[in-house]
């Protein structure tokens, strides 16, 4: 066989190209963990966010007060500021704040397990009246991931019952786990 005819790659050249897979490796890999964290917690905002302005609606549509709170693995509010776990979305018919058999459940949502959700001032509720309304303290949802305080976001109810959403608000002072 004539060597001029031979056709193959090199093992020289094979431990280039390795080398440079390696180096796009490198530095792809950790901004798509970056950009992966940052969907998930852009995701979990806009779910909360949305389950928010659908409370409100039903209070405001239905004529009901209605109370959306965090909830564990059940169809109760968990009494706790931590929204981790999943939420539960009601209408409050005798107005104590909590799921009593008889009341329509509207929605149980689940959270996400990579992220640290919890309310101020540890509310562990909100309660929408029927003109839109959500009385007591302003809250503020953080919404925490392994990121950190400087990437951290959050969702802010106001007592005129406005939601807003500030993601990645670089929340210097959060209290993040």
């Known amino acids: 066989m004539n ?20 180096i796009l490796l490198a530095t792809a890999v950790p901004s798509f963990r970056a950009y992966t964290l940052k969907h ?35 169809i109760a509010c968990s009494g706790t500021p ?24 509207h929605k149980r949502a689940n959270a996400t397990e990579f992220l640290s959700i919890s309310s101020s ?5 909100l309660r929408f009246y029927p003109n839109g309304t959500a009385p007591g303290t302003n809250i503020t949802i953080l919404f925490c991931d ?15 019952g406005r939601i807003r959403a500030h993601p990645n608000g670089g929340e210097a002072n959060a209290n993040c786990p």
Not at 58 to 67: D, G, L, P, V
Not at 121 to 125: A, E, I, L, N, V
Request: glycine residues 6%; hydrophobic residues 40%.
């Open 3 to 22: 060597r001029s005819q031979a056709r193959g790659i090199t093992a020289l050249e094979l431990m280039v190209t390795m080398a440079v897979i390696a």
């Open 40 to 74: 998930r917690m852009q995701t979990a905002m806009d779910v909360l966010q949305t389950d928010l302005n659908m409370a409100r609606g039903r209070a405001i549509s239905h004529n009901i007060q209605t109370i959306i709170c965090p909830a564990d693995n059940s």
């Open 121 to 125: 001032r540890s509310r562990s509720y």
């Open 146 to 160: 392994q990121r950190g305080a400087e990437h951290a976001g959050k969702i802010i109810v106001s007592n005129t």
């Open 82 to 105: 931590d929204w981790h776990h999943g939420w539960i979305i009601f209408s409050d018919l005798n107005r104590d704040r909590q799921k009593q058999p008889g009341e329509p459940l």
